[in-house]
Antibody
Framework: QDQLVQSGAEVKKPGASVKLSCKAS????????MNWVRQAPGQRLEWMAW????????KYSQKFQGRVTVTRDASASIAYMELSSLTSGDTAVYYC???????????????WGRGTLVTVSS | EIVLTQSPGTLSVSPGERVTLSCRAS???????LAWYQQRPGQAPRLLLY???SRSAGVPDRFSGSGSGTDFTLTIKRLEPEDFAVYFC?????????FGQGTKLELK
């Protein structure tokens, strides 16, 4: 059964960074892409970044460019998302979501993790 | 950026009813770049439809999609108890890929 298991909740102080993980199982990790999407309280889902799990190519939302980095460990089937210079506005649930097309970021998300709550508070 | 506006925000309905959810885009995009998701409380979003009308594996045929250009709809005929959830539309035609704000189906 295809599954994405995300790391646990994080509490960070403003200015800090957070690195989240998303472990894939049940499918060939490198045949798909991984996206990162967040949802702040009361807000809509917001796409942040995409990574080709096969070759590591990335694409970022301009909103987060320079502050977000997505990587992957293909040998362990894990995708990572690091977000830096955190502010209270980054408090949100962060989801990893598999991109159906492994090579084209213009694709729907056919499998989602359950999300990781990141709270940014002093 | 393509803004997706869903309506209504909340729909109070009863099991067995038929519902139509709307997703309107701020600019036209390819029909093959629209997806719908369902999210039940405490669960991960689930892909329902892709390419505007193609059902994902395991999705019952009471779910159907239609539309093109800037106007898309998700129809659920004969609501089942498990269908009470939040539904999102999503465009992946142009970056940044965007989502609607969601329509919540609640029990009347």
């Amino acid at each position: 059964q295809d599954q994405l298991v995300q790391s646990g909740a994080e509490v960070k102080k403003p200015g800090a960074s957070v690195k989240l993980s998303c472990k894939a199982s049940g499918y060939i990790f490198t045949s798909y892409a991984m996206n990162w999407v967040r949802q702040a309280p009361g807000q809509r889902l917001e796409w942040m970044a995409w990574i080709n799990a096969g070759n590591g190519n990335t694409k970022y939302s301009q909103k987060f460019q320079g502050r977000v980095t997505v990587t992957r460990d293909a040998s362990a089937s894990i995708a990572y998302m690091e977000l830096s210079s955190l502010t209270s506005g980054d408090t949100a649930v962060y989801y990893c979501a598999r991109g159906y097309s492994g090579i084209n970021p213009n694709s729907y998300f056919d499998l989602w993790g359950r999300g990781t709550l990141v709270t940014v508070s002093s | 950026e393509i803004v997706l506006t869903q309506s209504p925000g909340t729909l109070s309905v009863s099991p067995g009813e038929r519902v139509t959810l709307s997703c309107r885009a701020s600019q036209s995009f390819s029909t093959s770049s629209l997806a719908w998701y369902q999210q039940r409380p405490g669960q991960a979003p689930r892909l329902l439809l892709y390419d505007a009308f193609s059902r994902s594996a395991g999705v019952p045929d009471r779910f159907s999609g239609s539309g093109s250009g800037t106007d898309f709809t998700l129809t659920i005929k004969r609501l089942e108890p498990e269908d009470f959830a939040v539904y999102f539309c999503h465009q992946f035609d142009s970056s940044p890929y965007t989502f609607g704000q969601g329509t919540k189906l609640e029990l009347k």
